[in-house]
């Protein structure tokens, strides 16, 4: 078999098969109509409708993304076969029309859809919520975010035993793994002078937007607060942990009793307080203030403590200067 005809024959055992495609649909009007309620897409053929309402509507998705992390199925095989070479292939033959974005596709009409949302501001599917006012650009989209926000249906554990986060998508789940207990951040920040680092792109560009660029249009929404900040999601952990007080997460380490606004700054606190390098790391910092106030202080046989500028009295007849100064070297470790 030459070399032509082995590239023919690969080509057509990854092709999907004829059965698994979607129908090619005649020109003409679009005369059949999704009978679910509320829906308003319109088909040429019934059949094609009758899919949709299976894929969409019933949520009936037969084939399985091969990937063994990953949970996403489809109701098409030609679909799924699209998702693997994108996704896991990294096959996007399809760039952003827009100059300043770097993005691609693995089909045109996703392309569409994103320079219409993206670049367009062209987002049609209102939160169906009456207290959010958060818009998609695809229905699925918008159902995903009200099962998850507003329904609070997480059902991916984030699998280290000491966190209790949880996520939608298994996909979203094994990144937060990889980049918050991996410790794996690929984005660096692309300010030449910051080596901040980031699990995802989009972190990463609100960082420079808020941080280097100063842009910050999201503002606190208590009255007299002039307060801003560069995303939704900052300003409502101000309102929570500043203007409500509401300190709802619990340290979890099993003997402190330390409570907290912000999942992160309990974070930063068992990090600092409750692990071996927090600990080495406040004892090299006790150590350091141990050198400064000993070449301040110098000790006198006869005066116990000796000031640079002259003689402290006594510690053990404690006048206010001689209590302070030994109060400050009892709260150091020995």
């Known amino acids: ?14 092709e999907p098969d004829i059965d698994d495609r979607e129908p090619e649909e005649p020109r003409g009007d679009k005369q059949f109509e ?5 829906c308003d897409k319109t088909f040429r053929r019934k059949n094609t409708m009758m899919k949709h309402i299976e894929a969409v509507h019933s949520g009936i998705k037969q084939f399985a993304c091969s990937d063994p992390n990953y949970d996403k199925t489809f109701s098409q095989k030609a679909n799924m076969l699209k998702h693997a070479e994108a996704v896991h292939g990294g096959i996007k033959k399809f760039e952003c029309t827009d100059p300043d974005c770097d993005k691609t596709f693995s089909g045109k009409a996703n392309m569409l859809q994103h320079a219409e949302a993206v670049h367009g501001g062209i987002k049609k599917f209102e939160c169906t919520d009456p207290d959010c006012d958060k818009t998609f650009s695809q229905k699925p989209n918008m159902l995903k975010h009200i099962e998850t926000v507003h329904g609070g249906i997480k059902k991916f554990k984030c ?5 209790d986060k949880t996520f939608s998508q298994k996909a979203n789940m094994l990144r937060h793994i990889e980049a ?5 951040k690929e984005f660096e920040c692309s300010n030449p002078y910051c080596k901040q680092r980031f699990y995802q792109k989009v972190h990463m560009q609100q960082h420079l937007s808020a941080v280097h660029y100063g842009i910050k249009g999201v503002e606190c929404t208590e009255p007299g607060c002039e307060q801003k900040f560069s995303t939704k999601q900052g300003m409502q952990q101000h309102l929570k942990a500043v203007h409500v007080g509401l300190k ?3 340290c979890t380490d099993p003997e402190c009793d330390h409570m907290f606004s912000i999942r992160a700054s309990m974070q930063r606190h068992y990090q600092r307080w409750h692990t071996i390098e927090g600990q080495q790391k406040k004892s090299r910092k006790q150590d350091r203030v141990r050198q400064v106030l000993e070449s301040a202080y110098a000790v006198d046989s006869e005066c116990h403590v000796r000031y640079k500028g002259g003689c402290v009295p006594d510690p053990d007849n404690p006048t206010s200067s001689a209590l302070e100064l030994t109060t400050m070297f009892s709260a150091l470790p020995t």
């Open 1 to 14: 078999m030459d070399v032509d005809e082995e590239l023919l024959t690969n080509k057509r055992a990854c």
């Open 34 to 38: 999704c009978t679910q309620e509320g």
């Open 159 to 163: 699998t280290d035993p000491d966190c």
């Open 180 to 184: 918050v207990h991996g410790g794996i």
């Open 248 to 250: 709802d997460i619990e």
